[in-house]
């Protein structure tokens, strides 16, 4: 009985010690002094370029809106996950309901390292682990686009996620696995320019491996299967695979690529569908520039056979 005692005991300040260590640990943190001065003063027209290579109107734009009525980012979209349902907040230039209030810096924090201005872990639905990637002028730049836009009162719906999911101080432990700034494919030395342009505009802003890729039982994306294809975050469909593996989309030249990003066509005239529909309008507002460099990265990628029919179209 006193060894068990003892056991028990040691257990106890063990997990306790633990627990701290991982209170600790899943901390919030912030951007540091260094890169906040990278900030800069923001320039509204490049901007725009960050506001649709990052697809801002997807997830934040009213449900349903067409036209100019997607740049009122009132969010409200919900998002159905093995999680729980996710709701995209208002990102809007309200300063009660929407993000009007916040600083360049705040956006910032929010973007590279998932933090809110209050100092709260943001759930990882919104893809900061791949916007981590991005520079911060250019994050400078979308902020000073984001002040453009119109103010729309309105707080979204918060999210409905059960135990353990609703705390979000787990989140920093999350953090600890999957966030970092550092590029998913390594590129030799040499590699064209376009090619490193493009791999900027995927993995950072354009945050397509956060579809494109499959997950592993915590959320994080597998970065050894980049780009190979998965099931819809949503829990229906799938979303195909976009390098040149089989099932993917290697028999499409840098032009095909380019050209559907450009006009939601196939190389056999099939046309966009699914949740890329929406990619594709964004995709749409690049610079023909633009889009050749994701088509370069694109068939620069390693291949990756997946277990997904082959498909005529990356229909998201």
């Known amino acids: 009985m006193p060894l068990l005692k003892k056991l028990i ?42 506001f649709y290579a990052g697809g801002c109107t997807s997830c934040h734009a009213k449900p349903g809106s067409q036209g100019e009525a997607r740049l009122q980012l009132a969010g409200g979209l919900q998002l159905k996950t093995p999680f729980g349902t996710f709701v995209p907040p208002n990102i809007s230039q309200n300063a009660k309901d929407g993000i009007g209030a916040w600083t360049e810096e705040d956006l910032a924090n929010a973007m590279l390292n998932g933090v809110s201005p209050g100092g709260e872990h943001f759930y990882p639905a919104f893809p900061y682990a791949s916007y981590a990637r991005m520079k911060p002028s250019d994050i400078a730049d979308l902020y000073a686009f984001l002040k453009t836009l119109p103010a729309v009162a309105g707080k979204a719906p918060g999210h409905t996620l059960g135990f353990p999911f609703n705390i979000r101080r787990g989140i920093g432990l999350w953090k600890l696995l999957y966030l970092s700034p550092q590029p998913v494919i390594a590129l030799p030395e040499g590699t064209p320019d376009k090619v490193m342009a493009g791999r900027y505009l995927v993995e950072g802003p354009g945050h397509c491996g956060e579809c494109h890729t499959p997950r592993d039982l915590a959320g994080g994306t597998k970065k050894a299967e980049w780009l190979a294809g998965a099931t819809a975050a949503e829990g229906s469909g799938i979303v195909p695979n976009v390098t040149s593996g089989e099932g993917g989309i290697g028999d499409w030249s840098d032009a095909d690529i380019a050209n559907y990003l450009e006009t939601g066509f196939t190389p056999d005239f099939d046309s966009v569908g699914g949740a890329m529909v929406d990619v594709q309008r964004n995709m749409a507002q690049l610079t023909p520039e633009d889009r050749a460099a994701i088509a370069a990265y694109l068939k620069a990628a390693p291949p990756h056979p997946n277990g997904y029919p082959a498909r005529k179209k990356p229909a998201g």
């Open 9 to 50: 005991g040691a257990a106890l300040v063990l997990g306790g010690v633990g627990a701290v260590a991982a209170w600790f640990m899943s901390a919030p943190v912030r951007l540091d002094a260094e890169t906040v001065a990278q900030l800069g003063p923001g320039d509204a027209a490049r901007g725009k370029r960050i």
